[in-house]
């Protein structure tokens, strides 16, 4: 059954912490490049960062020095870690594959509130 599912979002005063997580069934996961992503109320979905199956990792320039993109292949699983947050990344953050091997169906996401 090809799924996606994330988790660990919640409400953060700016300059906090989150770290999320998406589990993906290895149809998905296995071997493929994954990202996640995000989409802001009244915005297009975005990229937000992406990891290679060996690692190799990329960012938008936006969130580049203060998340980090990991990713545990034996659990098809994949993380993202936030810092630094700030009202701007407020919004439903989804993972799936890289946009260069083509995403599958969206899962529900996982809605993130920076806020005071």
């Known amino acids: 059954q090809v799924q996606l599912v994330e988790s660990g979002g919640g409400l953060v005063q700016p300059g906090g912490s989150l770290r999320l997580f998406c589990v993906a069934s290895e149809t998905i996961f296995s071997r493929s490049a994954m990202a996640w992503y995000r989409q802001a109320p009244g915005k297009e979905r975005e990229f937000v960062a992406g990891i290679q199956w060996g690692g190799t990792t990329s960012y938008a320039d936006s969130v580049k020095g203060r998340f980090t993109i990991s990713r545990d292949n034996a659990k098809n699983t994949m993380y993202l870690q936030m810092n630094s947050l700030e009202p701007e990344d407020t919004a439903v953050y989804y993972c799936?594959?890289?946009?260069?091997?083509?995403?599958?169906?969206w899962g529900q996401g996982t809605q993130i509130t920076v806020s005071s």
């Open positions: 799936n594959r890289h946009p260069g091997w083509g995403v599958v169906s």
